[in-house]
């Protein structure tokens, strides 16, 4: 089993930048494939990015690429997300979530969750 918790969120201006931090319990994190997903008030949780457990293959959602970075160190049992270039709609709950399956392809595959961390871009 992995407890996972996030931290890092917070207000930030349109353009700004912000690092989340997720910390996974457990000494099997490097088997996981980590997620990062985002809901947003009276919206449906979506997906943002995930990386497979050897940290090579990485899969961004249209609306971050090229603006949000995921890294994982296995050493630390963490996984982080740096979002640049913020805007208001980035504005939402990020959770991090961990999954036993290589490609995960929905959040109904990932079967631990954090308890999620506010990010809120002003404009």
């Known amino acids: 089993q992995v407890q996972l918790v996030e931290s890092g969120g917070g207000l930030v201006q349109a353009g700004g930048s912000l690092r989340l931090s997720c910390a996974a319990s457990?000494?099997?994190?490097?088997?996981?494939?980590m997620g990062w997903f985002r809901q947003a008030p009276g919206k449906e949780r979506e997906f943002v990015v995930r990386?497979?457990?050897?940290?090579?293959?990485?899969d961004y959602a249209d609306s971050v690429k090229g603006r949000f970075t995921i890294s994982r160190d296995n050493a630390k049992n963490t996984v982080y997300l740096q979002m640049n270039s913020l805007k208001p709609e980035d504005t939402a709950v990020y959770y991090c979530?961990?999954?036993?399956?290589?490609?995960?392809?929905?959040?109904?595959?990932?079967?631990?969750w954090g308890q999620g961390t506010q990010v809120t871009v002003s404009s």
């Open positions: 990386m497979r457990r050897s940290g090579d293959i990485t």
């Open positions: 457990g000494r099997t994190f490097s088997m996981y494939t």
């Open positions: 979530a961990a999954s036993t399956a290589l490609r995960p392809t929905s959040s109904s595959e990932f079967d631990y």
